[in-house]
T-cell receptor
Framework: AQSVTQLGSHVSVSEGALVLLRCNYS??????LFWYVQYPNQGLQLLLK??????LVKGINGFEAEFKKSETSFHLTKPSAHMSDAAEYFC????????????FGKGTKLSVIP | DAGITQSPRYKITETGRQVTLMCHQT?????MFWYRQDLGHGLRLIYY???????DKGEVPDGYVVSRSKTENFPLTLESATRSQTSVYFC??????????FGPGTRLTVT
């Protein structure tokens, strides 16, 4: 079975500061890992994903994440926060091949302070 | 190309009533999912479907019923709504072990 832990339900950063959202996972198979973003009153949209290959993954809006197998982590970063980054972010891990299910973390709400 | 749509977007119903939430996709993806989103719980899987006429329970299926007679539609029915089913419901699709694409959600309030 898979599980995802997101450290911090709420993170606040100043505009222009580094954004770091933490995600740790457990999986019995090589994981596919995802970060989704949810803006108020909207559905989830894919920010980036790791499947295989390069462990540093770049996504939309300047975000990136690094898959670290030894640490079972997939932390999301952005060098410089923008006001428009304020949203809720969800980390997810894919289930075993054939199941196609995603297990989500509980989410981290990012606030950006002007 | 609408992709994935949900209706209604907002619904208020009374305890004990039956309510159906609709989900429609235009991609012909095999897999479809229903999640509920609640504060402090993230997204929890209610039911999913691997293909037409194939459905299976997720993490929180009690009180819900699904059907999938056509690939593009995946309705979720609350047979007798309870206040604990007040939530935001999301439908999603995928074509494989990869990205899931989400609808805009239905905000359901049970009074």
């Amino acid at each position: 079975a898979q599980s995802v832990t997101q450290l911090g339900s709420h993170v606040s950063v100043s505009e222009g500061a580094l954004v770091l959202l933490r995600c740790n996972y457990s999986s019995s198979v090589p994981p596919y890992l995802f970060w989704y973003v949810q803006y108020p009153n909207q559905g989830l949209q894919l920010l980036l994903k790791y499947t295989t290959g390069a462990t540093l993954v770049k996504g939309i809006n300047g975000f990136e994440a690094e898959f670290k197998k030894s640490e079972t982590s997939f932390h999301l970063t952005k060098p410089s926060a923008h006001m428009s980054d304020a949203a809720e972010y969800f980390c997810a891990v894919s289930g075993e091949a054939g199941s196609y299910q995603l297990t989500f973390g509980k989410g981290t709400k990012l606030s950006v302070i002007p | 190309d609408a992709g994935i749509t949900q209706s209604p977007r907002y619904k208020i119903t009374e305890t004990g009533r039956q309510v159906t939430l609709m989900c429609h996709q235009t991609w012909s993806h095999s897999y479809m999912f229903w999640y509920r989103q609640d504060l402090g719980h993230g997204l929890r899987l209610i039911y999913y479907s691997a293909a037409a006429d194939i459905t299976d329970k997720g993490e929180v299926p009690d009180g819900y019923v699904v059907s999938r007679s056509k690939t593009e539609n995946f309705p979720l029915t609350l047979e007798s709504a309870t206040r604990s089913q007040t939530s935001v419901y999301f439908c999603a699709t995928t074509s494989g072990r990869g990205t899931q694409y989400f609808g805009p959600g239905t905000r359901l309030t049970v009074t």
